[in-house]
């Protein structure tokens, strides 16, 4: 069985007041990373996880942090990680 890699980015809601404490939060799961937080409470989140299980896992764990009002997946990537890792050409074909 191959080795996968699971890439997805989130759209984490939070009222304004909790927003730092959400975005710190959510910083502490397992191959979660955070790109933005907007004064209006927007959280922007990436999670990188090697099954599917868990990504539905860390969602899960996301949309149960205190102080969050939604999370919204905006973008999901699986494949092997041997087909990740390969170099491409830059050559046209």
């Known amino acids: 069985m191959h080795e996968e890699l699971h890439i997805a980015s ?6 304004p007041a909790r927003r730092n404490r959400v975005a710190a939060t959510i910083s502490t799961l397992a191959g979660a990373c955070i790109h933005a937080v907007a004064d209006s409470g927007k ?9 599917a299980d868990e990504m539905t896992l860390r969602v899960a764990e996301i ?10 997946l905006v973008y999901q990537c699986a494949d092997r990680l041997d ?11």
């Open 63 to 72: 949309q149960h942090v205190d102080g969050v009002l939604s999370a919204a």
């Open 10 to 15: 989130l759209v984490v809601h939070s009222t």
């Open 43 to 51: 959280v922007i989140v990436t999670l990188e996880t090697s099954t």
């Open 83 to 93: 087909v990740m890792n390969e170099e491409l050409s830059d050559a046209p074909t």
